[in-house]
């Protein structure tokens, strides 16, 4: 017995049709800094996934007090300068008790080029890095502009615990190939980036 919805077959038998979109990850490449200037994922971000999610995993920067961040680019281009509209917000709090929440215009753009904030002053000491992921919609779409949504949490340089929460739009009808991460200044000393693709 088939379960069919609007004329598209869901179950047959039992079994999950394979063109039913389950949101399970499917893992594509993971890349491991050591003291990296950038970590950049230039293959598989292609029109097999509708969505691509990407996650970090202790990323250290090199340099103490150092925001992390990532742009995009289309084709085989290399500048990484597409137009972004974003939105930035920290809910943060130190280990003497003083909390932050708030919108950081710092952090956001408004049809700005630059490299997109994930999140902001890491410390370099051993023990401080961010963690988090950043999942961006449809890149391969040439009628749409791409949707990303991020969410990061850093140590920073000052013990404050930071929640980083930013979204916006790559403005831009062309496909997205092309991703590159780094700190805003020094090189990534360690971490690990992982790209899945969302099926």
């Known amino acids: 017995m088939a379960v069919v919805s609007n004329g598209t077959t869901l179950i047959d038998n039992g079994a999950l049709d394979p063109a039913v979109p389950t949101g399970d990850l499917i893992l594509l490449s993971t890349q491991t800094a050591s003291a990296s200037a950038s970590i950049d994922f230039t293959s598989g971000i292609d029109s097999t996934y509708d969505s691509y999610v990407f996650k970090f995993i202790d990323i250290h920067p090199a340099t103490d007090s150092t925001k992390f961040t990532c742009q995009f680019d289309t084709g085989t281009n290399t500048n990484y300068n597409q137009t972004i509209t974003s939105t930035f917000f920290r809910a943060a709090q130190n ?47 040439t009628t749409f502009v791409k949707h990303f949504i991020t969410r990061v949490h850093g140590y920073t340089n000052n013990d404050y615990a930071i929640d980083d929460f930013s979204a916006g739009y790559i403005n831009t009808t062309t496909a997205i190939t092309r991703v590159r991460f780094k700190f805003a200044s020094g090189n990534i000393d360690d971490g690990i980036i992982k790209m899945y693709g969302v099926s």
């Open 95 to 141: 280990e003497s008790a003083t909390t932050d929440f708030g919108y950081k215009t710092a952090d956001d753009q408004a049809q700005g080029t630059g490299f997109q904030t994930l999140c902001g002053t890491i410390g370099n000491q051993n023990d401080e890095s961010c963690s988090g992921y950043l999942q961006i919609f449809n890149p391969s779409s």
